[in-house]
């Protein structure tokens, strides 16, 4: 059973930085593709970032945080991290992140992960 935690949230001015970081366990992390979700306060989760699995060759973001933020994984420290850059205050949410076996999944039916973690507060306002 895959464990997730996630940290570094907290609030930042607009146009400020932020690096979100999350750590698995119970699975054997290279193998896994990994992705972040945010949800806002009364808006439906959605899709933020996808890596590949093994050295992360592959990304994929939603439009309305590319060129913004970065997707990047540790394997060595069973972890994935987002750089988030240019911060606006729409980018308020919570955030999560997740781990499946198939990029797919992480990309149209992440909507099915039962499990969570506790995700991490990112609140941007001046």
């Known amino acids: 059973q895959v464990q997730l935690a996630e940290s570094g949230g907290g609030v930042v001015q607009p146009g400020g930085s932020l690096r979100l970081s999350c750590e698995a366990s119970?699975?054997?992390?290279?193998?896994?593709?990994l992705g972040w979700y945010r949800q806002a306060p009364g808006k439906q989760r959605e899709f933020v970032a996808s890596?590949?699995?093994?050295?992360?060759?592959?990304?994929k973001y939603a439009d309305s945080v590319k060129g913004r933020f970065t997707i990047s994984r540790d394997n060595a420290k069973n972890s994935v991290y987002l750089q988030m850059n240019a911060l606006r205050p729409e980018d308020t949410a919570v955030y999560y992140c997740?781990?499946?076996?198939?990029?797919?999944?992480?990309?149209?039916?992440?909507?099915?992960?039962?499990?969570w973690g506790q995700g991490a507060q990112v609140t941007v306002s001046a």
């Open positions: 890596i590949s699995r093994y050295s992360g060759g592959s990304t």
């Open positions: 119970g699975i054997i992390f290279s193998n896994y593709a």
């Open positions: 997740n781990a499946d076996l198939v990029l797919h999944r992480i990309l149209e039916e992440w909507g099915r992960f039962s499990t």
